[in-house]
């Protein structure tokens, strides 16, 4: 079974500054996507970012990138200029394509704090 | 263009009783997922359905059911409810195009408690 790690529990980060939250994941197959959700006290789950595991490129959103590491399987998540709006519980999920699975399979989370 | 739609927003049960969902996926969406989603924990998936049947399904009692009607809404059924089914229940919706993994919108959620 896949699983999906997030070893960093809370993080914080000064307005404006960059920050970097892990991701790392198990997984056989060679064919799959990763994604990062933010979930704000909200609770709307909102998408980042998303990877295809073909795709040698880092994806790029805005302020947001990832870093890919598929021999490694990791995927963390670069927020630069980081704003007081980016604060909020960050999920990196996996799913595979086609008609083997398609459900998302979530890490714990790593809450974001952003000091002013 | 609408979003993902839940109701209600926040439910009160006690044990034993049981209780029904709703949800309206994103305009053009033809499937919808479940997740639980217990407090701290990351969502944890419970099926998805996809015309009208349920196409998968996650490590969840029978008492967890679902149905999809055919303007693609959705219902989660949980019956004999108990203290630990106290969570966030989050609904998505997605295309469901084979071959790929579309992403999954996300609605804001209902906070079920259990007491």
């Known amino acids: 079974a896949q699983t999906v790690t997030q070893s960093q529990p809370e993080m914080s980060v000064q307005e404006a500054e960059t920050v970097t939250l892990s991701c790392t994941y198990d997984t056989s197959e060679s064919d799959y996507y990763l994604f990062w959700y933010k979930q704000p006290p909200s609770r709307q789950m909102i998408l980042v970012i998303r990877?295809?595991?073909?795709?040698?490129q880092n994806a790029t959103e805005n302020r947001f990138s990832v870093n890919f590491q598929k021999a490694a399987k990791s995927f963390s998540l670069k927020i630069s200029d980081s704003q007081l709006g980016d604060a909020a519980m960050y999920f990196c999920a996996y799913t595979l394509p086609g008609a083997g699975s398609y459900q998302l399979t979530f890490g714990k989370g790593t809450k974001l704090s952003v000091i002013p | 263009d609408a979003g993902v739609t839940q109701s209600p927003t926040h439910l009160i049960k006690t044990r034993g009783q049981q209780v029904t969902l709703r949800c309206s996926p994103k305009s053009g969406h033809d499937t919808v997922s479940w997740y639980q989603q217990a407090l701290g924990q990351g969502p944890q998936f419970i099926f998805q359905?996809?015309?009208?049947?349920?196409?998968q399904r996650g490590n969840f009692p029978d008492r967890f059911s679902g149905h999809q009607f055919p303007n693609y809404s959705s219902e989660l059924n949980v019956n004999a409810l108990w203290l630990g089914d106290s969570a966030l229940y989050l609904c998505?919706?997605?295309?469901?195009?084979?071959?790929?993994?579309?992403?999954?919108?996300f609605g804001p959620g209902t906070r079920l408690l259990v007491l």
């Open positions: 998505a919706s997605s295309l469901g195009l084979a071959g790929v993994a579309e992403t999954q919108y």
């Open positions: 359905y996809y015309e009208e049947e349920e196409r």
């Open positions: 990877q295809e595991a073909y795709k040698q």
